[in-house]
């Protein structure tokens, strides 16, 4: 069983920046990706970026260029730098990770909220 405890989200002003880590306990699956997503109400939950264990990195679209993910494998780890917040960053925060057969855990999310 994977569990998985996420922090640092909360309420910044628009052009603030936050940053979120996700901690996995238990058994995962190192060489898949630990990413990412959000779900803001009214909406399909998104990628916001994911890394796999030897660094490479993916972005969704509306957060290249002012976030950064990245990953301490000893501590099973990871980590979203958020910068330049906007309103449109508002949204629930999911960590994503996979145990040692596949099978995909999620956090129970942490709120992001960005005032204009």
């Known amino acids: 069983q994977v569990q998985l405890v996420e922090s640092g989200g909360g309420l910044v002003q628009a052009g603030g920046s936050l940053r979120l880590s996700c901690t996995a306990s238990?058994?995962?699956?190192?060489?898949?990706?630990m990413g990412w997503y959000r779900q803001a109400p009214g909406k399909q939950r998104e990628l916001v970026a994911n890394?796999?264990?030897?660094?490479?990195?993916n972005y969704g679209d509306s957060v290249k260029g002012r976030f950064t993910i990245s990953r301490d494998n000893a501590k099973n780890t990871v980590y979203l730098q958020m910068n330049s917040l906007k309103p449109e960053d508002t949204a629930v925060y999911y960590c994503?990770?996979?145990?040692?057969?596949?099978?995909?855990?999620w956090g129970q999310g942490t709120q992001v909220t960005v005032s204009s």
């Open positions: 238990g058994s995962i699956f190192s060489s898949k990706p």
């Open positions: 994503n990770v996979f145990n040692r057969w596949g099978v995909p855990f």
């Open positions: 890394i796999i264990s030897g660094g490479s990195t």
